[in-house]
């Protein structure tokens, strides 16, 4: 066998991939494009695997295996903080989210004496405790 196709295929799959997270906007394509890049490493393994004689046989096949293993959790890890990024922000565009979080502001007391809950919303005036045990002043 002629490991130069093979070795080109899996170069050329690997610069698509390069190129798919560099210019992609859309978080999911970003996710296919590393994707495309961790096939074109497990290309190469099997490959270097069959081609080259190692002390160890198979050994390229067991660590495609490992590489098939992260992609699979890097594919959970990703569609998840995917999912929670568009449930937040109602766009899974990589250049709209933010690095850094923005710092808290203290909050006021609002005006009028109004309750408000542990949250941050205001108790309805029917559900306001009272002084008296009738609910007169």
């Known amino acids: 066998m002629r490991p130069v196709v093979p070795y080109v295929t899996a170069a050329l ?6 190129y798919g997270v ?49 992609a699979a959790a890097e594919i959970g890890v990703g569609l998840a903080i995917v999912l929670q990024l568009y449930r937040l922000r109602a766009s ?8 850094t979080e923005p710092p808290v502001p203290v ?6 004496g109004a309750a408000t809950t542990a949250g941050g919303g205001e108790v309805p005036s029917s559900r306001r405790s009272t002084d008296g045990p009738e609910g007169a002043k």
């Open 13 to 18: 799959l690997f610069g698509l991939g390069v």
């Open 22 to 70: 560099l210019r992609r906007r859309n978080a999911v394509l970003v996710l296919m494009a590393v994707e495309l890049m961790l096939n074109a490493v497990n290309l190469i393994l099997v490959t270097a695997d069959t081609t080259v004689r190692a002390q160890l046989p198979h050994s390229g096949q067991v660590f495609a295996l490992f590489v098939i293993v992260l």
């Open 92 to 99: 899974v565009a990589v250049d709209d989210v933010p690095l």
């Open 107 to 112: 909050a006021a007391a609002p005006a009028g």
